[in-house]
């Protein structure tokens, strides 16, 4: 039978609100309009765990919590930037008063509304029906969504939104996600821009800015976010995606204050504090990371939006400052943290990193090396990736400091910087990873000075008119190094040029395995895992409780690369 929005009786309700008598009050009401189940919450530290582990369809959150800082506001933030909340759920906030900027931040989180007290039966049960009926209305394009067809999902967004039909406004934000999702990047500023031409709402500004960054428009993304910040200086997603683009220049000190910023403006988001902390361990003062990545495994240790690699980094702080106590509480806390992750590639690994810089503290050197040597075994899998890089090259110095002789170890490092070193900022972040010891880092600095050596040779090699020449040597070293910058530009010089060389498609071939084994590790986040990127949408994709931020699928083939190390003159307006 189809489903009606005022037809509640298979639904599961949660209320957020430490006041005893007005939590009783909605669940009252609740019960009469027919919710199957209701599930009653005190503060918002106790939601978060319960929406973290169950899925329900209806949520009622008082947005302000006495003697708290973390508001119901933070919480819907938090649970989308994570990909915890689907977007079928129906949230809403419970306040005294909506200002205008609340009612701004309701619709760029995509909040379904809010109900202001004191409030009647009939204001809640048209809240509910409201945000019901847009769910029951959007239905046809989460189908497809579900079913993988999106495609079909991007058709029905864009056909309502040139229609003006129900809803177009979160119609159009859907597929400029996905078309961004697909590397349609020009549409999706297109589609960006003519939402702002209709309505100048802060998402779709957002999203512009989020076309140039996705692109490897970087520093236009950056100058864009900027200017976007003077009119909106709270504007916290705008300052998390700043401190990416200033991450991806390699303009640390502007990525910390952008990052620094974002999380004093919500200070009891777990991701906020953790994006400030592990790039403060990474870039920044060591103390102060020590205390910041402390201070957010404390508030976040029970839940999925901690990140594991703030644990690997807050241990190899607390191996620096001499606290085995401390390291050893990092290890056990880790292990909370390992039993929530499917991840088991990753989590062996950084559970082997933390176990071996406890056995450094306690001097058993010889089993701390063995875990260098295990790990530097899988340098050459398609599952290492960056971050993997960095923490085995941390863990080496860790143990040169100790005068510890590891059997050639300067080739491991030769090869992790041959392999990493994609990206002027990535190589300056591994060099900053090898700082406790000078040698390695400047044997990362010359892998550097070599790639872009290699890349130089292939651009004289296009413009001198052997484009051939150019494949064939980025390919041999391509295939020896795995250097995802290598391999990426060896594909543009055959998007150029392959349909004039006689094995084309075979040399395509060979370079589409590379890039599909080699080349994703390139993209992926030194900041822990990347989840909802900052001004994305979160959308149920069925499975029981299992969702997906529409930015993390992948297409059957990634999109031509456009990353800022590759040198416009190597592709010249005129094939020779």
């Known amino acids: ?11 599961q309700a ?48 008082e947005d302000a919590f006495e003697n708290r800082g973390y508001s119901g506001q933070d919480l819907v933030d938090d649970l989308r930037r994570n990909q915890l909340l689907p977007f079928s759920t129906v949230f809403i906030m419970v306040t005294a008063k909506a200002t205008y900027a609340k009612v701004a931040d309701a619709a760029d989180s995509a909040l379904d509304g809010y109900l202001i007290k004191p409030h009647s039966a009939n204001s809640l049960g048209e809240r509910l029906y409201q945000a019901r009926a847009r769910k029951l209305s959007m239905r046809e394009i989460f189908e497809a969504i579900d079913s993988g067809n999106l495609d079909q999902a991007t058709r029905l967004c864009l056909q309502r939104f040139a229609a003006k039909g129900p809803y177009w406004l979160m119609a159009a934000r859907m597929a400029a996600d996905l078309l961004l999702n697909t590397g349609q990047f020009d549409r999706a500023q297109t ?16 999203g512009i800015a989020r076309t140039l960054l996705e692109s490897g428009q970087t520093a236009k993304a950056a100058s864009a976010l900027e200017k976007l910040l003077v009119d909106n200086p709270t504007y916290a997603d705008a300052y998390d995606m700043l401190g990416r683009a200033q991450f991806e220049l390699g303009r640390y000190p502007l990525a910390l204050e952008a990052y620094q910023n974002a999380a004093q403006l919500s200070p009891h988001s777990i991701t906020r504090a953790q994006n400030f902390g592990l790039l403060m361990a990474y870039v920044g003062d060591r103390k102060q990371a020590e205390q910041l990545l402390e201070r957010t495994v404390r508030i976040g240790l029970d839940s999925k939006m901690l990140d594991s690699q703030a644990l690997v980094l807050l241990a190899f702080l607390r191996l620096e400052a001499g606290d085995k106590k401390a390291l050893l509480r990092c290890q056990e806390d880790y292990k909370k943290v390992a039993a929530r992750s499917t991840d088991t590639v990753r989590t062996e690994r950084q559970a082997a990193t933390i176990a071996a810089l406890v056995l450094l503290q306690e001097q058993q050197f010889a089993a701390a090396v063995e875990v260098v040597k295990t790990q530097a ?17 941390a863990l080496a110095c860790a143990l040169a400091q100790q005068r510890v002789f590891i059997d050639k170890i300067e080739a491991v490092v030769d090869t992790l910087g041959m392999r990493f070193c994609t990206t002027r900022p990535l190589s300056e972040l591994l060099i900053t990873s090898a700082a406790a010891h000078p040698a390695h880092a400047e044997r990362i600095r010359a892998c550097n000075t070599h790639i872009t050596e290699i890349t130089e040779k292939a651009m004289s090699l296009s413009l001198h008119g052997d484009p051939r020449g150019a494949v064939d040597n980025l390919l041999t070293h391509g295939q020896t190094t795995l250097n995802a910058r290598l391999i990426d530009t060896a594909f543009l010089v055959l998007q150029r040029y392959g349909d004039s060389m006689d094995d084309g498609a075979a040399l395509r071939a060979r370079v589409q395995d590379l890039r599909t084994r080699f080349a994703p590790t390139h993209s992926r986040s030194v900041l822990g895992d990347l989840k909802r990127p900052a001004g994305a949408l979160m959308l ?28 416009e003159a190597l592709f010249p307006s005129d094939p020779p």
Not at 33 to 43: E, P, R
Not at 383 to 390: G, I, M, Q, V
């Open 1 to 11: 039978m189809e489903s009606r929005p005022d037809d509640l009786s298979t639904s």
């Open 14 to 61: 949660l209320v957020i609100d430490s006041h005893a008598t007005s939590r009783s009050i909605l669940v009252t009401q609740l019960r009469e309009f027919g919710l199957g189940k209701v599930v009653q919450c005190i503060n918002t530290t106790n939601a978060r765990k319960l929406l973290e582990q169950e899925r329900f369809d209806v949520v009622l959150c």
């Open 191 to 206: 589609l960006f821009k003519a939402v702002v031409a209709a309505n100048p709402l802060l998402w779709a500004q957002l």
């Open 377 to 393: 075994e899988a340098l050459a899998a398609p599952e290492c990736d960056f971050e993997a890089a960095a923490n085995l090259l």
């Open 540 to 567: 149920h994709t069925g499975g029981g409780n299992k969702a997906r931020a529409l930015p993390g699928w992948q297409p059957a083939e990634p999109p031509v690369p456009r990353h800022a190390f590759l040198p």
